[in-house]
């Protein structure tokens, strides 16, 4: 095994890379478990692209926008919606099966925040799957090493040179590359409600950060409105698309929860839903989408038709209970139009990486798109770039001695206190008082630590303590509302932070204005 490019991670941008770059390139996939595990997998909702005659990129990249409460990067936004037909069109070429009406056209269906048809989906509810299916038959010829969970970078003179991983026994190798790519998505598991796969724990984020790299927008948290409530708990994703297709949130005596909230009501963005689920919770009362005027909902639905049967849940009753988790991360690891993170050597793509795409709420069924367009840049650049042929064979390290290192806090603790402080509704104090319950694990440590000794579960538990720590900070610094980020103590937008970047360094924070020229 050796490596030109290593991709870590195995959802939809990591496997667009994979498949554009060129094929005399030595490329590996790490992927912490196999390769089907992964936020894009398990994405019900489609792929927002203009394809109709009603239509047009211009419009596609105003809802961006709007969503995106204008702190998007609109250059960015600009090129994405307008190469979003041409993205599709290839993927058609080369025969991805996405849903057809009975004329056999590409079916559009609606979801949140959307002045027009333009999703497209696979499978129905099974967009994800049916994408990474597809994607992955296509990069056959490329290595894809699973079960190894990569808990380091290798930096010398300030460029990444490679990964330190571990394999599913905790035996230890090391891989030298000319480009290391994160596409580890985002940090949905430090939030006892999520709608993320399990292996979601920020590693990514938390590997560039202490590699030194510049993180952004780590305060913008989107959190997913219905996630389906059975035994207490969020046990799924059910898809914007059901609402899409007219379902409504009301409460047990039928009150329809969003009626006078926003013009699109139950479509209305994102957070706006969810932070209106949220206060309809906290007064103590139950919310259900009612399905009941959607015909055929199994056919239309069948992932959510099974999470439902599987949970007890009778869909023939026509209601589902539900209730908001956190879903994606709008920051992450700073990046260029090419994916080039500030390390020399780093890139990120996906949800790991912070593009500006999303500004601070992410459109619906904009991230698979966000995917297959930045992992496509990506591939371009890496394969017009220097090849150094700085390979090496993958060494088993000796077992190293074992060294003592601070006590961590348990999982559970973590995502609880998360979701309770750093949640859908935040405020100073208990913000502050997280900041210090996170710092009591001795965060400084961590960032520099050796983690070469420390099991599969610690190296867990010490990503998703750093992310936990970067959104807390972040959260804090942000003394206003805006998308993704409530603040109870702050509820409305401050012009004086429209266009203010939270940029977090390991050797200091710092906020940048945002520069956006369009050039498109
Ligand atoms: C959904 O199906 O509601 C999720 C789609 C998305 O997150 O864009």
């Known amino acids: 095994m050796k490596a030109n490019v290593i991709i870590i991670g195995s959802g939809i941008a990591a496997l667009k890379l994979a498949k554009m770059l060129r094929r005399d390139l030595n490329v590996i996939i790490f992927t912490k478990s196999n390769k089907t595990t992964s936020n894009s997998y398990l994405a019900q909702g489609g792929i927002a692209v203009a394809l109709s005659d009603n239509d047009d990129p211009y419009k596609h990249y105003q809802d961006t926008l709007e969503a995106g409460r204008y702190y998007n990067n609109e250059e960015i936004v600009a090129k994405m919606t307008k190469e979003a037909p041409g993205l599709i069109k290839e993927l058609l070429s080369e025969g991805a099966p996405f849903d057809r009406d009975s004329s056999g056209n590409i079916k559009l269906g609606l979801e949140g925040a959307h002045g027009e048809k333009r999703i497209i989906h696979g499978g129905g509810d099974a967009t994800g799957k049916t994408i990474v299916d597809f994607?992955?038959?296509?990069?056959?010829?490329?290595?894809?090493?699973?079960?190894?969970?990569?808990?380091?970078?290798?930096?010398?003179?300030?460029?990444?040179?490679?990964?330190?991983?571990?394999?599913?026994?905790?035996?230890?190798?090391?891989?030298?590359?000319?480009?290391?790519?994160?596409?580890?998505?985002?940090?949905?598991?430090?939030?006892?409600?999520?709608?993320?796969?399990?292996?979601?724990?920020?590693?990514?984020?938390?590997?560039?950060?202490?590699?030194?790299?510049?993180?952004?927008?780590?305060?913008?948290?989107?959190?997913?409105?219905?996630?389906?409530?059975?035994?207490?708990?969020?046990?799924?994703?059910?898809?914007?698309?059901?609402?899409?297709?007219?379902?409504?949130?009301?409460?047990?005596d039928g009150t329809h929860i969003m009626e006078g909230v926003h013009p699109y009501k139950d479509l209305a963005p994102r957070h706006v839903v969810s932070q209106t689920i949220y206060q309809t919770m906290s007064k103590g009362k139950s919310v259900y989408l009612d399905i009941s005027s959607i015909k055929n909902f199994q056919s239309y639905f069948p992932t959510v038709a099974s999470l439902c049967r599987d949970h007890g849940i009778d869909i023939n009753k026509g209601k589902i209970p539900v209730v908001p988790g956190s879903h994606f991360l709008m920051g992450g690891i700073l990046t260029n139009l090419h994916g080039q993170t500030s390390v020399p050597g780093l890139y990120a793509i996906g949800e790991a990486a912070c593009t500006g795409a999303h500004g601070a709420n992410r459109l619906a069924s904009n991230s698979l798109l966000e995917g297959l367009y930045f992992g496509k840049r990506l591939a371009q650049w890496i394969n017009e770039a220097p090849v150094t042929n700085q390979i090496e064979t993958i060494a088993r390290k000796p077992k190293k001695q074992i060294f003592a290192h601070f006590e961590l806090p348990d999982i559970a603790t973590i995502k609880k206190t998360m979701m309770d402080s750093t949640g859908i509704s935040r405020n100073g104090e208990t913000l502050e008082t997280q900041l210090k319950y996170l710092e009591s694990y001795h965060i400084d440590y961590w960032l520099h630590a050796d983690l070469d000794d420390l099991s599969l579960e610690d190296l867990n538990k010490v990503f998703m303590l750093i992310c936990s720590w970067l959104v807390t900070k972040a959260a804090l610094k942000r003394t206003e509302s805006r998308g993704g980020h409530l603040r109870a103590d702050f509820p409305v937008e401050d012009e004086g932070w429209a266009k203010r970047k939270i940029i977090l360094q390991k050797k200091g924070d710092r906020v940048e204005q945002i520069k956006v020229k369009i050039t498109t």
């Open 135 to 252: 994607l992955l038959t296509q990069t056959q010829h490329i290595q894809i090493a699973e079960n190894m969970t990569v808990y380091d970078l290798m930096i010398e003179n300030e460029r990444c040179i490679g990964v330190k991983a571990k394999d599913s026994n905790e035996r230890t190798y090391t891989v030298h590359a000319d480009h290391v790519v994160i596409a580890t998505g985002g940090i949905g598991q430090v939030y006892s409600f999520t709608s993320n796969a399990d292996t979601v724990t920020g590693d990514g984020i938390a590997l560039a950060y202490r590699a030194g790299a510049d993180l952004a927008d780590m305060e913008f948290v989107q959190f997913h409105p219905t996630l389906l409530y059975a035994g207490g708990k969020g046990v799924g994703l059910v898809s914007e698309a059901v609402r899409g297709e007219g379902a409504r949130l009301v409460t047990e």
